[in-house]
């Protein structure tokens, strides 16, 4: 079954913007599919609408089998969504804000504080519970949101920019909450501008570009057509910048190299000739530059194109 | 249809609402108190005084059914007025837009906030004008329901200003502008009897001059016009402008993009 079924949507705003121009989409059931696309492609639009936040002005949407237009409130019960921006009420404390939006699904009081502890101890706010929201900082509401999307446990989690400002300890924490969800079964669809976070988090991604849908893959076919990859080598500091015939190179600071392999090339070739040099390589990964590389040339096919 | 589930998001919303305005006391239900209380000291004790009888009841009498429905009639209007606008302000009325609640919930949640307070501030207001005046009530039925209609009725209006609030402003002009003329010439201060036959018949055209009209007939049995056209005019008001909120809400004016 697909978590969402998106058939021609089509947005028209007042003043005849058109933010999206016919997508037709489908994320599978269990999926963790990130929705990229530069600023103004109509990613939130999109969002927007499967969470009825934007009326479409044509097109279909259904939702584990729902559609919208008929079956509304089916629709919305399976859905939880973190939006980009803040909303809500920065005066109420996380645990009354948690408990309201547990009842407007038909929770009922009791159920919904003991969800409220549960997820307000999973996501590190417990101790804020009574604090008026306003004096948490960034990480702590974008938490908040996540504990409220999850508090009448939808089966399918819309992430609109989760780690926008957020530091990266508390991103990592973020992340690793969000695949434990997601492997108790929850279908998770994001949105960020970490390329990184994508690659690292989904299976599957749709690239949006000025309304239409450009790519939409999986995340291993989508990085399988990159023609090379970059490393990088952390090394004791050479006398000399290494050269070589069979790979390009360049030093991006005293102890760290930076080399790019076509996918035919061996890193054994690489690790003999640097040794040949009188370089000592401590330690290597890649640069996790790849889905950018293919981000960046698709949109910028995209706008060739027009 | 109705269900159980709808009745928790009810609660929940009203729950919401009364915290709000339970939770900022100081502005919400103290000022209309002493408002009200400066009112009974200078219009009743020292210048009602001077003015005599009103409809066969002293001044002061007279005064305090008016008196109590003006700061029911602002206090429901103003609560729903802000709430529902800071919530679009803030955006957290997107945590309903998303959630599985009808319409008609979301209305009924706002408007029961609204009502409270407009009650509890009705309920303080009365307290107060014990003080100053040994209040009779003659028909508890009349006093109770229209009490509780033009709490309604007004906890509708502030709804409806704030789908069209775009801006902080946008919800005092209203209440400025409109709501307060129309309370001070509804017959708060006087009886309508009074006024020149050409105004006598404008007068007719104010709602809020019926609202006051049932409330006081509920303290002392005194009307300007039959209960029976005030309750109509009352209702015919709140089913007009619930259904236009329900009609906006439902095209998403305001709030839906």
Redesign the interface.
């Known amino acids: 079954m697909h978590a969402i079924d998106l058939t021609n949507i089509t947005k028209i ?1 007042k003043g005849g913007v058109e933010a999206l121009k016919g997508i037709s989409l489908q994320v599978k059931e269990g999926d963790f599919y990130a929705l990229l696309g530069p600023n103004g492609a109509g990613k939130s639009t999109t969002i ?1 609408i499967i ?5 479409k002005t044509a097109g279909k949407v259904s939702v584990f089998g729902y559609d919208i237009d008929t079956q ?3 629709a ?2 399976q ?1 939880g ?1 973190v ?1 980009q ?1 803040f ?6 404390p996380p645990l ?1 804000i948690l ?11 009791k159920e919904a504080l003991k969800r409220a502890e549960k997820y307000l101890k999973q996501l590190d706010l417990w101790e804020k519970r009574n604090q008026p929201s306003r004096e948490l900082s960034g990480g702590m509401k974008r938490r908040l949101m996540i504990a ?1 999307a999850l508090m ?1 446990e939808p089966r399918l989690l819309i992430l609109d920019e989760p780690t926008a400002g957020v530091d990266i300890e508390v991103r990592r924490s973020m992340w690793e909450f969000l695949q434990q969800i997601n492997q108790e079964g929850v279908t998770i669809i994001l949105t960020t501008h970490y390329l990184e976070e994508a690659e690292m988090l989904c299976r599957n991604i749709g690239i949006i570009d000025k309304g239409q849908l450009v790519e939409n893959t999986s995340m291993k076919s989508l990085l399988s057509r990159l023609a090379t990859e970059t490393f990088i080598l952390d090394v004791d500091p050479p006398t000399h910048l290494p050269s070589s015939d069979y790979f390009s190179i360049k030093q991006t600071d005293e102890v760290t190299l930076e080399i790019e392999l076509d996918k035919t090339q061996s890193l054994n070739k690489v690790f003999t000739e640097l040794s040949s040099q009188g370089i000592r390589v401590n330690s290597m990964r890649n640069k996790a530059n790849r889905l950018e590389e293919l981000f960046i040339e698709l949109v910028e096919k995209g706008t060739k194109d027009v | 249809m109705f269900n159980a589930n709808y009745l928790i998001a009810l609660k929940s919303i009203w729950r919401k609402e009364t915290n709000r305005f339970l939770r900022i006391w100081v502005q919400t239900l103290v000022p209309p108190v002493i408002t009200m209380s400066l009112y009974f000291v200078i219009f009743g004790n020292l210048i009602g005084s001077r003015i005599g009888e009103m409809n066969g009841f002293d001044y002061m009498s007279f005064i305090v059914p008016g008196l109590i429905m003006m700061s029911v009639i602002t206090n429901s209007y103003s609560n729903v007025a802000s709430s529902f606008f800071s919530a679009k302000f803030q955006r957290n009325v997107e945590e309903l837009l998303v959630a599985p609640v009808p319409n008609y919930v979301i209305i009924w949640g706002y408007v029961g906030g609204g009502v409270t307070r407009g009650l509890m501030v009705g309920f303080l207001v009365t307290c107060v004008s014990l003080f100053f005046v040994d209040l009779q009530i003659f028909n508890i039925f009349v006093l109770i329901l229209s009490v509780l209609c033009t709490s309604v009725l007004f906890s509708i209006g502030g709804l409806l200003n704030a789908i069209f609030a775009k801006t902080f402003d946008d919800i005092s002009i209203i209440p400025t502008f409109v709501l307060t003329p129309l309370t001070y010439l509804g017959g708060v201060f006087y009886s309508i009897s009074l006024l020149p036959d050409f105004w006598q018949a404008v007068s007719h055209f104010n709602p809020v001059f019926y609202m006051i009209n049932a409330f006081r007939y509920g303290f002392l049995g005194i009307a300007d016009v039959s209960l029976v056209w005030s309750f109509s005019v009352i209702g015919a008001f709140i089913v007009a402008l619930y259904s236009l909120v329900a009609i906006l809400l439902s095209k998403g004016i305001g709030i839906r993009s």
């Open positions: 705003y927007g969470s009825s936040l934007v009326n509304l409130e089916q919305k019960s859905i969504l939006p921006e909303n809500f009420n920065q005066f109420e009354q408990v309201n939006q547990a009842g407007y699904y038909g929770i009922k009081r409220r009448h």
